[in-house]
């Protein structure tokens, strides 16, 4: 019999999705939710549902990875893999894309710093203008991290399908929903309140909404909460540390009656 060569074996192998996941830092359910968005499917699915990949698929996903680390979206890097000849199209609508947000930085970091130096002098600010350069997206790897890549990919695709317009309007409700929990926080209402159990409430849906419909459960939120504390950006939104924790015993409270 004739003995296989290595690469004959290799081209014959196929890796667990657990191994897979732990290999390249993807959590196993992005890698089902590349599934489901054609990305990346698996070479075989045995009959308990577990999924297999083989040297073509990991051979796939090595370029996926390649080109998430360029940034690119997921639709792009769909469309990239699937027609060879748009590569450059993509490439250069890439670039496009991250020149147009770093002009967007540009102008955060213009409005950000005229918003410290107004502070630093004692100036009255309206609460519009000290949440002029908030910017969620700066928080992309606490999701990644915390909730996995499809936490951030779903809440990132849900704006990129958004016009100009919806966009505006999405960051203005933004604003109110954060808005309205810190003036509660600043103003000393009780955090078992109705009043400050409505805006949670109110919270709880905007988050589900940006996170492209997928309601968090008790443990995602309050760790959701967690991180407005412990992380110094998150708490200055709010108007610092105190008005964080604030917010954070809201959170629970709304938490125990509605999520249990």
């Known amino acids: 019999m004739k003995k296989k060569t290595r690469q004959e ?5 196929e890796w667990p999705i657990k191994d897979v996941a732990r290999a390249t830092g993807l959590t196993s359910r992005t890698l089902r939710h590349y ?6 499917r698996p070479s075989r699915v045995a009959s308990n549902g577990y999924r297999f990949y083989g040297q073509a698929e990991m051979s796939r996903l090595y370029r996926i990875l390649s080109l998430r680390a360029l940034e690119l979206p997921l639709a792009a890097i769909h469309l990239a893999l699937d027609d060879e000849t748009s590569l450059v199209e993509t490439i250069e609508s890439h670039l496009a894309f991250l020149e147009e947000r770093r002009d967007r930085t540009n102008q955060q970091i213009t409005v ?5 130096e107004a502070v630093q002098k004692g100036q009255d600010m309206s609460i519009d203008e000290i949440f002029a350069g908030f910017d969620p997206s700066q928080y992309e790897t606490e999701v990644r991290e915390r909730w996995g890549d499809d936490a951030w990919e779903r809440s990132a695709e849900r704006r990129e399908q958004m016009t100009d317009v919806e966009r505006r309007a999405d960051d203005e409700r933004s604003l109110d929903v954060n808005a309205a929990l810190r003036e509660a926080a600043e103003s000393g209402v009780d955090p078992t309140s109705a009043a400050f159990q409505d805006l949670i409430g109110k919270h709880h849906a905007w988050v589900t909404e940006h996170w492209n419909g997928r309601r968090p459960d008790k443990n995602s939120y309050s760790g ?3 991180l407005y504390v412990t992380d110094p950006r998150f ?9 964080a924790e604030t917010i954070r015993a809201a959170i629970h409270v709304w938490i125990d009656t509605n999520l249990r």
């Open 112 to 116: 950000v710093s005229q918003t410290l």
């Open 35 to 40: 599934e489901q968005i054609g990305l990346l």
């Open 235 to 243: 708490a200055a939104t709010y108007g610092g540390q105190a008005n």
């Open 9 to 13: 074996g290799l081209a014959m192998q």
């Open 224 to 226: 959701l909460s967690d």
